[in-house]
């Protein structure tokens, strides 16, 4: 009777063996899902504070956003007269070369102003002189919106 016992208990146990190894053809995406919505929400929290570099107190006025497809060049003007093209200083004079090397839509290009609230004046004018000079055409000065 032992025996018997013993004989049909390894047989059992084969069957069970090759049942229990059959390969797993799913594959279980709830991890890389998480892991992107995690990123996004990171993303979406970080861009806005990525877009400007130069710190500047820009005065606010009641126009409205203007909507732009793609990201413009920005010419910003700190209170101290220094001008930076998007986050690198450069002298007043290397403006217009500086644009040129850059300007991926040619004379196209969308070019935003800064100016501080307290920079001077005449130097943002003669930037914008030098770029419409240049030939650029679309040229838009940067402000916040009014608070009410």
């Given at each position: 009777m032992g025996m018997a016992t013993g004989q049909s208990g390894?047989?059992?146990?084969?069957?069970?063996r090759q049942?229990?190894?059959k390969p797993m053809?799913?594959?279980n995406v709830t991890p890389f899902v998480d892991v992107m919505l995690?990123?996004?929400?990171?993303?979406?929290?970080?861009?806005?504070?990525?877009?400007?570099?130069?710190?500047?107190?820009?005065p606010e006025t009641q126009a409205k956003a203007l909507n732009s497809e793609t990201q413009p060049i920005t010419i910003s003007v700190n209170e101290s007269g220094k001008v930076y093209?998007?986050?690198?200083?450069?002298?007043?004079?290397?403006?217009?070369a500086k644009?040129?090397?850059?300007?991926s839509n040619g004379y196209e290009e969308?070019?935003?102003?800064?100016?501080?609230?307290t920079a001077d004046y005449g130097t943002v004018m003669r930037i914008m002189a030098r770029i419409s000079a240049a030939g650029y055409n679309r040229i838009g000065l940067v402000t916040l919106q009014e608070q009410e």
């Open positions: 390894g047989s059992g146990s084969r069957r069970r049942r229990r190894h053809s799913e594959i995690v990123l996004l929400i990171i993303f979406m929290v970080a861009a806005p504070l990525l877009t400007v570099g130069v710190p500047i107190d820009l093209l998007q986050e690198t200083e450069i002298p007043i004079d290397e403006v217009v644009l040129e090397a850059i300007a969308r070019i935003y102003v800064r100016g501080d609230r």
